[in-house]
């Protein structure tokens, strides 16, 4: 079974950087595209983009811009997101989720890594 | 960018009432048009893709309409299982964007 497995949580000071991973298993790991999604707390979903494991192609929403890399290692099926510049609005979940064979609705999430960001 | 309104951004409604919750899309984007289920602590959950397809497992109680810039999301017979937050998701082209949520509570 399709399963994504994320580190664990991180607390940073303002202006460093935090790295996240998303081990992945059950599937091939270069046939789907990952995504990053975050939520601060007790707010919405947001979508900081997308890396094609396969190639490596990421696409970045543009408010991360600058700030984020995703990156993927395909000898261990896991996938990695790393934030620079933390700022405390930065604090949340982020979730790896990984698209359908047909569309970018998300069947398969990562039960998410709290990132805080706090001096 | 295609923003994602949704609402009522709340509701209360009694065991076994039918519920309905909107999603209004910027500008038309087809059917490309997903909504998940997210309980507290946890990640979301697919319930339904291209607007109305109902993703495997998911109880046939939840239903998905619309299409352009107008979707709806129905469960026909609310179960206090169902007490969550729903978004919908536009999914046409990147930036992939969410609407804010509505919370499902049982009266």
């Known amino acids: 079974q399709v399963q994504l497995v994320q580190s664990g949580a991180e607390v940073k000071k303002p202006g460093a950087s935090v790295k996240v991973s998303c081990k992945a298993s059950g599937y091939t790991f270069t046939g789907y595209f990952m995504h990053w999604v975050r939520q601060a707390p007790g707010q919405g979903l947001e979508w900081m983009g997308w890396?094609?494991?396969?190639?490596?192609?990421?696409n970045y929403a543009q408010k991360f811009q600058g700030r984020v890399t995703m990156t993927r290692d395909t000898s261990i099926n896991t996938a990695y997101m790393e934030l620079s510049r933390l700022r405390s609005d930065d604090t949340a979940v982020y979730y790896c989720a990984r698209d359908t064979s047909s569309s970018w609705s998300f069947a398969f999430w990562g039960q998410g890594t709290l990132v805080t960001v706090s001096s | 960018d295609i923003q994602m309104t949704q609402s009522p951004s709340s509701l209360s409604a009694s065991v076994g009432d039918r519920v309905t919750i909107t999603c209004r899309a910027s500008q038309g984007n087809a059917n490309y048009l997903a909504w998940y289920q997210q309980k507290p602590g946890k990640p979301p959950k697919l319930l339904i893709y291209s607007a109305s397809t109902l993703q495997s497992g998911v109880p046939s109680r939840f239903s998905g309409s619309g299409s352009g810039t107008d979707f709806t999301l129905t469960i026909s017979s609310l179960q206090p299982e169902d007490v969550a937050t729903y978004y919908c998701q536009n999914y046409q082209s990147a930036p992939l964007t969410f609407g804010g949520g509505t919370k499902v509570e049982i009266k």
């Open positions: 890396i094609n494991p396969n190639s490596g192609d990421t």
